[in-house]
């Protein structure tokens, strides 16, 4: 992993969470199904600490993106609750916000990157990372634009500026998302099979982004079939199936010494086809 | 044939030509606008997920398709009058009802733009906190106008054609500029000769830059 250039990436350290906090997300009893047959999600909990850096690891359809969708706000729940940073979040048991984000200012502390490139193509890059903090967050257009600067030249591509997403290289276009993402400066950050869609010599420039951030203490919920990647980043692995956290732990226990026989039947496999 | 060939009689109707050629103007230019802002908004309604928007909006949208644009302007200029108890000038009804058919047609257009955005950039929208109608206007209206425009400009040519209808409910036209003049002159072939080729003049390099975008989207795709 290249870390040639150790500058950090997160804007502030005010950004980075209460270390000391536990309650930084749990998720109680979370239920979610697509219709009838297909639960992806069955009285699902999980904690996660400030400092944690948590990578799902599991079979398709085991509810790895959907946990991230519903935490985004993207999708919604059937039932049980979610907390964040010690509020309520997420209420699946009442009517109330239909199993989505109750509270709007907690949701815009999330960010997330997703597998396929969502650059927007009619704006340049610039455009792309300043639209949100305007519009969301009420920056002055060169307030904007001078943050932009600097996360683009912390990223190494103070360069690409002015120009569009179709000139962009795959790895370019990611790590332009993350920092579209960052701008925002939220407290969690997303990412759901970031590198799946990128060609094998892209991988690695985008890893590296991540990995910065983890140095950087930034609280992350990590999607992959990365094995690899998974054991260098992660503070904390989770083996879901069938909608639940079937085990979880360091990721060298995780990897070595798996408990549970469904992971060390899912591990044999993934490994066996690196 | 030995038809001799006139011109000359057109020199004293320039000035009435000209009148008639700024309402054709008139009329294709606010048609235009309307059917394109309120092309939009039909759009979105017919996406909505509400069937009582959806399905008034497609009635709409299925009532200015299905008639001929011919009917449709007389119906407004006989009609609208009737029922409704106003009085409108003859060029803001046509204006009227070529733009509302414009609306209709532009929907449809801006619909396949708009069902023509990816959803993950629906996804990236709420993830970057924007709201729906920032979302509808910084994220999916350039979009989608973007992938509409070769369609929504070929409409709006054939908006400036079809405004020739109007002659037929008295509002002077070039067309109808063009059919009084053949009248009293005896000298239809010229006239409308001469018609037709303003007609043609000025779609022709609408018509050729709607080809040079489509070739431009083309190679944007394929890279």
């Not at chain 1, 600490?49 to 706000?73: E, F, N, T, W, Y």
């Not at chain 1, 992959?224 to 990647?229: E, G, R, V």
């Not at chain 2, 959806?54 to 008639?67: G, K, N, S, Y």
């Not at chain 2, 204006?95 to 990816?118: H, K």
């Amino acid at each position: 992993m290249t870390t040639s250039h150790r500058v950090a990436i997160a804007p502030s350290a005010s950004l980075v969470p209460n270390i000391a906090d536990a309650n930084f997300i749990q998720l109680r009893d979370v239920y979610k199904s697509y219709g009838e047959g297909l639960v992806v999600m069955d009285c699902l909990s999980l904690d996660m600490r400030a400092d944690d850096r948590l990578v799902i690891i599991g079979p398709s359809g085991s509810g790895k993106s959907s946990l991230l969708r519903v935490m985004m706000g993207l999708e919604s729940i059937q039932g049980g609750t979610i907390s964040f940073q010690g509020k309520p979040y997420i209420d699946g048991n009442s009517s109330k916000g239909r199993g989505k984000p109750l509270d709007v200012s907690l949701q815009t502390q999330i960010g997330m990157v997703f597998q396929h490139y969502t650059l927007f193509p009619h704006l340049s890059v610039l455009s792309n990372l300043i639209l949100a903090p305007m519009k969301v967050h009420g920056l002055s257009k060169a307030q904007a634009t001078e943050k932009a600067r600097m996360f683009l030249a912390r990223l190494g591509l103070e360069n690409k500026l002015n120009g569009y997403p179709s000139q962009l290289s795959g790895g370019q276009k990611q790590r332009v998302a993350i920092a579209r993402a960052l701008m925002l400066e939220p407290k969690l950050m997303l990412f759901d099979e970031v590198t799946s869609a990128l060609d094998p010599e892209m991988v690695t420039e985008v890893q590296s982004v991540m990995m910065q951030l983890a140095e950087e203490k930034m609280a992350m919920i990590i999607v992959t079939h990365d094995m690899h990647f998974a054991k260098n980043i992660a503070s904390r692995v989770v083996f879901c199936a069938n909608g639940k956290v079937v085990e979880q732990g360091h990721p060298s226990q995780i990897f070595t010494q798996p408990k549970e026989p469904r992971t060390r039947e899912f591990l044999k496999k993934v490994l066996h086809l690196d | 044939m030995n038809y001799q060939f006139d011109f000359h009689f057109l020199s004293g109707n320039f000035g009435a030509l000209w009148d008639g050629l700024k309402v054709t103007v008139q009329l294709a230019l606010i048609s235009n606008v309307l059917g394109l802002t309120l092309g939009f908004g039909l759009c979105l309604l017919t996406l909505n997920r509400w069937f009582f928007i959806r399905w008034p909006a497609q009635l709409f949208i299925e009532f200015f398709r299905c008639t001929p644009a011919l009917l449709q302007i007389v119906w407004f200029f006989y009609c609208v009058p009737m029922l409704f108890n106003v009085f409108i000038d003859p060029i803001t009804m046509g204006v009227l009802a070529l733009g509302l058919n414009l609306t209709a047609f532009n929907a449809e257009a801006y619909r396949a733009g708009v069902q023509a955005v990816p959803r993950e950039h629906l996804d990236a929208c709420v993830a970057l906190g924007l709201r729906r109608w920032q979302r509808t206007l910084y994220v999916i209206l350039p979009q989608a106008l973007r992938s509409a425009l070769p369609v929504l400009m070929t409409n709006g040519i054939g908006i400036l054609q079809q405004s020739a209808l109007v002659a037929i409910v008295a509002v002077a036209d070039l067309m109808y500029v063009g059919k009084s003049i053949a009248t009293e002159a005896y000298r239809p072939l010229e006239t409308y000769s001469l018609i037709a080729l303003i007609y043609f003049a000025m779609s022709l390099p609408i018509a050729q830059l709607v080809q040079w975008l489509e070739r431009r989207q083309d190679v944007a795709q394929a890279r």
